[in-house]
């Protein structure tokens, strides 16, 4: 069966920093691989998707992740944070079912960016 | 374009009571999705749709919830009766299907259930 692990609940990081949320999955097969952002009372949005290709994927708001076939890991960063940037993050990883592909989010990583 | 549509944003209801959840997708999406969203924690597959069929519901507790999809555009999800233990966020979402799979779901603002 597949999972998603998001090592860090938390991200405390300063304004204008750089950030890594970590993300590791486990599958057997070929995955693709998300990164959606959900603000307080909103919805999630994407962030970026890995389906092929290039292994460095990037996003919008200046976020890119790479994926690493070899350390099943697909995790999330930004040179420089802002103040918007506050939110949770979840890392998700679809599979191809007989028909359709069945989409496992993980737990969530909460980024709070400090002024 | 509109986004997916829910409502009510807000519900609180007393256990043993019934509720209801309504969804409306983007325009065009073929595939309709429910989750259910623990505090502090990533959404939990309900069921899935495919225009009106019902393609995976394999997490849908059967004994009190229920979904429809008529005409495979809005959908309800229904709980009775309610536990305390349904205290949740419930989202919706909406894709458009590609036989490749990989699709980017489009998710509304949820539905905060309180049950007392």
């Known amino acids: 069966a597949q999972s998603v692990t998001q090592l860090d609940s938390q991200v405390p990081v300063f304004e204008e920093a750089p950030v890594e949320l970590r993300c590791n999955y486990s599958s057997s097969v070929s995955v693709y691989l998300f990164w959606y952002v959900q603000y307080p009372n909103q919805g999630l949005q994407l962030l970026l998707k890995?389906?092929?290709?290039?292994?460095l994927v990037k996003g919008i708001n200046g976020f890119e992740a790479e994926f690493n076939k070899s350390q099943t890991s697909f995790h999330l960063r930004k040179p420089s944070v802002h103040i918007s940037d506050t939110a949770e993050y979840f890392c998700?990883?679809?599979?191809?079912?007989?028909?359709?592909?069945?989409?496992?989010f993980g737990p969530g990583t909460s980024l709070s960016v400090i002024p | 374009e509109a986004g997916v549509v829910q409502s009510p944003r807000y519900k609180i209801i007393e256990k043993k009571q019934p509720v209801a959840f309504w969804c409306n997708p983007i325009?065009?999406?073929?595939?309709l999705y429910w989750y259910l969203q623990n505090l502090g924690q990533g959404p939990e597959l309900l069921i899935r749709y495919e225009n009106e069929e019902a393609v995976d519901d394999s997490q849908l507790p059967k004994d009190r919830f229920s979904a429809e999809r008529l005409k495979g555009v809005d959908s309800t999800l229904k709980i009775q009766p309610a536990e305390l233990g349904d205290s949740a966020v419930y989202l919706c979402?909406?894709?458009?299907?590609?036989?490749?799979?990989?699709?980017?779901?489009?998710f509304g603002p949820g539905t905060r259930l309180t049950v007392l």
């Open positions: 998700a990883v679809s599979v191809m079912k007989t028909s359709y592909d069945k989409v496992i």
């Open positions: 890995y389906l092929s290709g290039s292994t």
């Open positions: 325009s065009g999406h073929n595939t």
């Open positions: 979402a909406s894709s458009l299907a590609t036989s490749g799979g990989g699709d980017t779901q489009y």
